[in-house]
């Protein structure tokens, strides 16, 4: 892709990965951000500590549901990835703010780029439109039936998108994204809290029985897979593309908190988990350890399981500390960038640890 994408939602955890991705191509970009309170506003412009050091990049701040439009340059591709996120916080008098940044904000970007050379508008789009889906994996042909009022503001977004590509000819296409996790996630969600529990040594709180199934996408997977970056594949103009995420497996973290077991709840209202196209490996497979990385003295320790027959034993200096299992099914071109973090962040422990990245065949090693 060249030329000239709008970002908005640029500070956030998905934007500002994409602004630096489109950057790193040679792309200009124009960022737009409202700097909300949802979470620490200051996290969010160190997201964009590496983009606003580019001459190819510009910021503005603005309200999509309120201030003028005009504002906004003319552009390429425009990747609106603005929205106020959150299920749990969508209930109640909250509700006005989903309606105004969720729905307002985007019938306004729709209309302001109405009628312009535009080559694609991309609508980031939520998994929880689905609600309680009706089966696993979920496909894009079930229909949509969200299960809290963030859900319905989302839809509501989707069927604005396709109104104005069946209306007016924008070229549209909606993403619906399954629990994107990887760095600068935001401080509310999953990985994000067991990340900072295992590093502060807190409990974590978990919701229902613990063995809910759920579908995660790798961030560096996400930037990869956007249509209107040029890659193929892409969707045709006017229709929505639930792209579901690629890596599915149970999540779990295993005996690193054996002094802090866990708080368990029952699932509140709107919280229920739902995992879309949770076993990528085919009906009835299951995963497997396909990679193991270990931290034992003075070194990591990588290898694969072999194509048939048990896994390798563990280095027979004992269990190590910490455990991560890492859902990895589609994701074998990032494990190298991944496992470099992780053991960045499993070495300030200062505890042995070991990773497993659980996938649907067996992998090359890490490197």
Known sequence: MSGHALVTGCAGFIGSHLVERLLAEGVRVTGVDLFTSYYDPALKRRNLSAALGQPGFSLLELDLGRDDLARLPEA??????????????????????????????????????????LQRFVYASSSSVYGDAERYPTGEDLPPRPFSPYGVTKLAGEH???????????????????TVYGPRQRPDMAFHRFCRALLTGQPITIYGDGRQSRDFTYIA????????????????????????????????????????PGRRHPHPRGARFCAGD????????????????????????????????????????????????????????????????????????????????????????IA
Not at 87 to 100: D, L, N
């Open 76 to 117: 390429d591709v425009v990747f609106h990835q603005a929205a106020q996120p959150g299920v749990r916080s969508s209930w109640g008098a909250e509700f006005a703010s989903y309606v105004h940044h969720n729905v307002l904000a985007t019938q306004r970007l729709l209309e302001r780029y109405r009628g312009t050379a």
């Open 160 to 178: 604005l998108a396709l109104l104005y590509a069946r209306n007016f000819g924008l070229p549209v296409a909606s993403l619906r994204y399954f």
């Open 221 to 260: 997977q996400r930037g990869r897979r956007l249509p209107g970056r040029g890659a193929g594949g892409d969707p045709d103009p006017g229709t929505h593309a639930g792209r579901e995420g690629g890596a599915a497996a149970r999540a779990a973290a295993a005996r690193g908190s054996a002094a802090h």
């Open 278 to 365: 949770a076993d990528r490996a085919g009906s009835g497979a299951r995963g497997r350890v396909g990679a193991r990385a270990v931290r034992e003295g003075g070194g990591v320790t990588a290898w694969r399981e072999p194509a048939s027959g048990p896994a390798p034993a563990a280095p027979a200096a004992g269990a190590p500390a910490v455990s991560v299992v890492v859902p990895a099914y589609e994701e074998a071109e990032s494990l190298a960038e991944l496992q470099r973090e992780l053991a960045a962040a499993l070495d300030a422990l200062g505890r042995s640890w070991e990773v497993l990245y659980v996938t649907a065949r067996a992998t090359a090693p």
